[in-house]
């Protein structure tokens, strides 16, 4: 799995757009899925978009990263509003160590 997080700014946007995407981020907030959400700054002028992309069949695709970006760039635009990309960066899901506390420490306290 990839996410994919773009940060961008918004360019003419009207006012539909303006209420469509106040009310879309306070019911979504910062979750990253697979048709993507937006964070936004309280002018509607910067966004961050998040989406998760799955990754493509095994061996058909040379550079998955850049295949995810483009994905999540397609989400990003079938939202409809009119932007322009400032950043991308991709994270490989696959690739991420999560560490667990043993089970003997917990709290971080010494027994």
């Known amino acids: ?6 940060r961008g700014t918004f360019t003419g946007l009207d006012e539909a757009g ?4 106040r009310e879309g981020a ?5 979750s990253f899925t697979e048709t993507g959400t937006f964070t936004c ?5 910067a966004f961050t978009f998040r989406c ?3 990754p493509p069949p095994e061996g058909e695709e ?13 989400a990003l635009e079938a939202h409809g509003y009119p932007h322009r990309v400032l950043r991308l ?3 490989d899901m696959r690739g991420i160590k999560v560490r667990r506390k043993g089970r003997g420490n917990r709290g971080g306290r010494p027994r």
């Open 1 to 6: 799995m990839f996410r994919v997080t773009i």
């Open 18 to 21: 303006r209420a469509a995407l």
């Open 26 to 30: 306070e019911s979504y907030g910062a």
């Open 41 to 45: 700054d309280s002018s509607l002028s």
């Open 52 to 54: 998760q992309v799955p």
């Open 62 to 74: 040379p550079d998955e990263e850049g295949w995810a970006a483009l994905r999540a760039t397609e």
């Open 89 to 91: 960066a991709v994270t």
